[in-house]
């Protein structure tokens, strides 16, 4: 009851005083002369209360209770309406105004410290943050291209390498957030590398026919550089292998070797010495062989213009077809 007299607002204590007058005033007077003394004879409902009347002369116990005058005096001001309604006219708010502001205040203060220390303190950044314009790096080598991000206030994020047909090798294919591109001072530009052109795995061709195999070399991307024979227990004009062997990755255009059989060993190489040029020739036809290649080289051994060396030597088993290279002697001079 204490804690409701202290905050009840003056509209209350002027509706407590109202109801009180209305109960403890004396009838209105009945004669003309009563009614002439009387101060004012309008209705008390129609009277205006502008100053509270004391209550003087009750005893102590025929003063109204202050909780229940001011129940009465909130139940006639309070609209008609649900239940709700009625119990939000009644509620007294238990803080004057200015209690309010202070509360408000404060806690207004501490919201704005707490944002401030998060913001200065744990998260750290700066307040005004500048915009530019990100420099175009395409086409630099990685050094240049870090000196030019720098230079123009901007890091270098993660960088990358990737393959490329004609880029060089270690120049930018292509930056992140790409050129131009308006973006706050310090962010990080990712870069990617030219690694070079894509290498080309050499395919393997062992067991193709000639033709076959050199197809599936330049459909590939490379290209047959020479073709050399061997003997090999596979079939004549039959792929053997490649020089550089099959998966090694080479450049776009690179020139392989492709190494022929020419048959199985089965043919005796017979021997040349002493015999000249035209006689070498025909041994080697008849034997199922060939003649290579034939040197002059001045010696003694033999004389001039007969056969003193050969290349497989005479005995040797060699695949049909097999080229013989010899040296004929010439005369001193």
Same mark, same amino acid.
């Given at each position: 009851?204490?804690?409701?007299?202290?905050?009840?607002?003056?509209?209350?204590?002027?509706?407590?005083?109202?109801?009180?007058?209305?109960?403890?005033?004396?009838?209105?007077?009945?004669?003309?002369?009563?009614?002439?003394?009387?101060?004012?004879?309008?209705?008390?409902?129609?009277?205006?209360?502008?100053?509270?009347?004391?209550?003087?002369?009750?005893?102590?116990?025929?003063?109204?209770?202050?909780?229940?005058?001011?129940?009465?005096?909130?139940?006639?001001?309070?609209?008609?309406?649900?239940?709700?309604?009625?119990?939000?006219?009644?509620?007294?708010?238990?803080?004057?105004?200015?209690?309010?502001?202070?509360?408000?205040?404060?806690?207004?203060?501490?919201?704005?410290?707490?944002?401030?220390?998060?913001?200065?303190?744990?998260?750290?950044?700066?307040?005004?943050?500048?915009?530019?314009?990100?420099?175009?790096?395409?086409?630099?080598?990685?050094?240049?291209?870090?000196?030019?991000?720098?230079?123009?206030?901007?890091?270098?994020?993660?960088?990358?390498?990737?393959?490329?047909?004609?880029?060089?090798?270690?120049?930018?294919?292509?930056?992140?957030?790409?050129?131009?591109?308006?973006?706050?001072?310090?962010?990080?530009?990712?870069?990617?590398?030219?690694?070079?052109?894509?290498?080309?795995? %050499? $395919?393997?061709?062992? !067991?193709?026919?000639?033709?076959? =195999? *050199?197809?599936?070399? @330049?459909? &590939? +991307? #490379?290209?047959? /550089?020479?073709?050399?024979?061997?003997?090999?227990?596979?079939?004549?004009?039959?792929?053997?292998?490649?020089?550089?062997?099959?998966?090694?990755?080479?450049?776009?255009?690179?020139?392989?070797?492709?190494?022929?059989?020419?048959?199985?060993?089965?043919?005796? %190489? $017979?021997?040349?010495? !002493?015999?000249?040029?035209?006689? =070498? *020739?025909?041994?080697? @036809?008849? &034997? +199922? #062989?060939?003649? /290579?290649?034939?040197?002059?080289?001045?010696?003694?051994?033999?004389?001039?213009?007969?056969?003193?060396?050969?290349?497989?030597?005479?005995?040797?088993?060699?695949?049909?077809?097999?080229?013989?290279?010899?040296?004929?002697?010439?005369?001193?001079?």
């Amino acid at each position: 009851m204490k804690f409701r007299r202290r905050f009840a607002t003056p509209g209350r204590i002027s509706g407590l005083f109202a109801a009180l007058r209305d109960r403890l005033a004396p009838s209105s007077p009945t004669s003309d002369d009563d009614q002439a003394a009387a101060p004012d004879a309008r209705p008390r409902a129609d009277r205006e209360i502008t100053q509270p009347e004391r209550l003087v002369g009750l005893p102590p116990e025929e003063i109204p209770d202050l909780d229940d005058l001011l129940d009465a005096q909130a139940a006639k001001t309070t609209p008609a309406g649900p239940a709700w309604t009625r119990w939000v006219a009644r509620w007294r708010w238990p803080f004057d105004r200015r209690l309010s502001v202070q509360v408000a205040g404060v806690f207004g203060g501490t919201l704005l410290f707490g944002y401030l220390f998060a913001a200065i303190v744990l998260f750290p950044a700066p307040i005004f943050v500048s915009h530019r314009s990100i420099p175009r790096v395409l086409g630099q080598e990685e050094a240049r291209a870090r000196e030019t991000l720098t230079a123009a206030g901007f890091g270098v994020g993660d960088v990358e390498r990737e393959p490329h047909p004609t880029a060089p090798v270690g120049t930018v294919i292509w930056q992140d957030p790409p050129a131009e591109v308006v973006a706050p001072e310090a962010t990080d530009v990712s870069l990617i590398l030219s690694s070079g052109p894509q290498r080309i795995p %050499v $395919p393997d061709v062992a !067991g193709y026919d000639v033709e076959q =195999a *050199r197809s599936l070399i @330049e459909g &590939a +991307g #490379l290209r047959v /550089g020479s073709t050399e024979s061997t003997q090999a227990p596979t079939p004549k004009n039959v792929a053997v292998n490649t020089r550089p062997p099959a998966g090694t990755t080479l450049n776009p255009g690179s020139s392989v070797v492709l190494v022929v059989s020419v048959g199985a060993a089965t043919l005796r %190489v $017979p021997t040349l010495t !002493g015999l000249s040029i035209e006689e =070498a *020739r025909l041994a080697l @036809e008849t &034997a +199922g #062989l060939a003649l /290579g290649t034939a040197f002059e080289q001045t010696t003694t051994a033999v004389a001039p213009g007969e056969v003193f060396f050969q290349e497989p030597a005479a005995g040797t088993l060699s695949a049909p077809g097999t080229v013989v290279n010899v040296r004929i002697a010439r005369s001193p001079r």
